[in-house]
């Protein structure tokens, strides 16, 4: 059965793009080779030079595996999403909002 093509708005591919662009500096800078990171995070070369061109037909857990390999940058993925500033107003518009009763006050009989 043939791979369905990876269909993504211009936006997206760009920001694949420079986060490829961002891992393969983040290699550079700790001056570890290719063929290291690759064995390291269990990949061939190929994949990870798809990774650092920013291809989106990779799965994420490569880009952890790779992110990992150089030394625990994957918990970095958890700051996707973190603050969520859109979906937190659109929740708050979907809160019910409880209006209070105003009791009346009780007249005696006196």
């Known amino acids: 059965m043939p791979k369905r093509a990876i269909v993504l708005l211009p936006e997206t591919t760009d920001i694949l793009e420079q986060m490829g662009l961002q891992i393969k500096y983040a290699r550079l800078r700790r001056k570890i080779s290719a063929e290291l990171v690759a064995e390291r995070a269990g ?42 500033e859109l979906g937190r107003k659109l929740q708050d518009l979907e809160l019910p909002v409880r209006k209070r009763v105003v009791k009346k006050e009780r007249k005696s009989n006196e």
């Open 43 to 84: 990949i061939s070369r190929a994949t990870l030079c798809s990774i650092e061109k920013g291809a989106p037909s990779v799965a994420i857990g490569y880009y952890a595996a790779v992110l990992h390999a150089l030394n625990y940058m994957d918990k970095d993925l958890l700051l996707v999403a973190k603050d969520d």
